[in-house]
C-alpha cells in the first residue's frame, strides 16, 4: 500500500495542491494591480464535507490476499471566480494590493500547517512500521 494514498494524506495533498493554486491566482491579481478594468479572482473554497463523502466513499480493492489498498481518487482542477477587493478606481481596476497581501500571507500559512500536519503524519506512520 502506497501512504500516499491513504484518506488523511490524500485529502491534505489535495488542500495543499488548492493552496498552491490560490497562490497563483492571488499573484496574478496583485501582478495585475493597476491593470484597468482588471478584477480580482479567488478560487472557490474547497468543499469539506464533498471531501469526506469521497473519501468514504472510496471503493476497496485488494492488491494481494494479505494486502488491502485504498483506490485512487480523480479530482479536476478548482474553480475560480472573481472576488472585487473594492469597487472600481477610475480605470476599472478593482484590486486592493493590501487585501490580496493579506489573502498571500494566510494561504501561506494555511500551506505551512498542512504540510507540517503531513509530513508529521508520514512520520508517525514510518514509526508505526519500524521504519
Known sequence: ???????LL??????MSWLNQRQDVLSQNVANADTPRY??????ELDFDRMV???AGTKMMTTNVRHIGLSSLHRGKFEDHETPDQES????NA??????MIKVADTQAQYAAAANIYAKAVAMMRT???H
Open 39 to 44: 478584477v480580482a479572482r479567488d478560487l472557490k
Open 95 to 100: 484590486v486592493s494590493l493590501e487585501v490580496e
Open 53 to 55: 463523502g469521497a473519501q
Open 128 to 130: 508505526a512500521i519500524g
Open 89 to 92: 478606481n477610475p480605470n476599472g
Open 10 to 15: 490524500s485529502m491534505l495533498k489535495e488542500r
Open 1 to 7: 500500500m502506497d501512504l500516499r494514498d491513504l484518506p
